[in-house]
């Protein structure tokens, strides 16, 4: 399977900024995901990254605060905008090879906002 | 819509005991169904996958499932476990491939000496 890179592992930041956080795979690949696991709980589908045009977000979640790019198969950034404390959680890339494939999964960039 | 419903959020069991895990799900169409585990600090990796072929599904380190359309489950089992086998387990369903995974809650195994 492919070999999926997450930076940054983990961050600690201030409430009211924005990170961004990359993920790398090793081969091209049709589908990205960004995915949140909040404390102790189990992962919600933020949105599907799709390659030269915008992502599809799943209810709940906006462009304005969870933009998503993805220039090309093998790349995509997810940026968590004005963050505030309830923002803190793990936040996971995955990919598949194609939409009959199963989705394999990053290690995850585990964010707390003070 | 799917949904996944895993039976147990902490499960504990001794070394060399049978592991249970269960697992029911709720689709409208043939669904896909995909059993995941998370060792601490790290991403999910993929433990089996059923894709309408066997009912019965051989995964990585002993683990296999089996669906049972009519009773709509899809229960994990490993008939002895390991102080490895430690960790979160999610259940997840989709019925379009890879597409829009939907997880269930997770069920955390404890493995006791």
């Known amino acids: 399977s492919a070999v999926i890179s997450q930076k940054p592992s983990r961050d600690i930041c201030q409430r009211g900024t924005s990170l961004t956080i990359q993920c790398q795979v090793d081969s091209q690949v049709t589908m990205m995901f960004w995915y949140r696991q909040q404390p102790g709980q189990s992962l919600t589908l933020i949105a599907t990254?799709?390659?030269?045009?915008?992502?599809?977000?799943e209810s709940g979640f906006v462009i304005d605060k969870f933009p998503i790019s993805r220039p090309n198969l093998t790349f995509s950034t997810l940026t968590v905008s004005n963050m505030s404390p309830e923002d803190s959680s793990i936040y996971l890339c995955?990919?598949?090879?194609?939409?009959?494939?199963?989705?394999?999964f990053g290690d995850g960039t585990r964010l707390s906002i003070l | 819509a799917q949904s996944v419903t895993q039976l147990g959020s902490h499960v504990s069991v001794s070394e060399g005991a049978l592991v249970l895990l269960r697992c029911n799900y709720s689709?409208?169409?043939?669904?896909?169904l995909f059993w995941y585990v998370q060792y601490p600090n790290q991403g999910l990796q993929l433990l089996l996958k059923y894709t309408s072929a066997a009912t019965l599904v051989k995964g990585i380190n002993g683990f296999e499932a089996e669906f049972k359309k009519s009773e709509t489950s899809f229960h994990l089992t490993k008939p002895s476990a390991h102080m490895s086998d430690a960790a979160e387990y999610f259940c997840?369903?989709?019925?379009?491939?890879?597409?829009?995974?939907?997880f269930g809650q997770g069920t955390r195994l404890t493995i006791n000496p």
């Open positions: 990254a799709n390659q030269g045009s915008e992502a599809t977000y």
């Open positions: 997840a369903v989709s019925d379009m491939g890879a597409q829009k995974l939907v």
């Open positions: 995955s990919v598949a090879g194609t939409d009959n494939q199963p989705q394999h």
């Open positions: 689709s409208s169409v043939p669904p896909y």
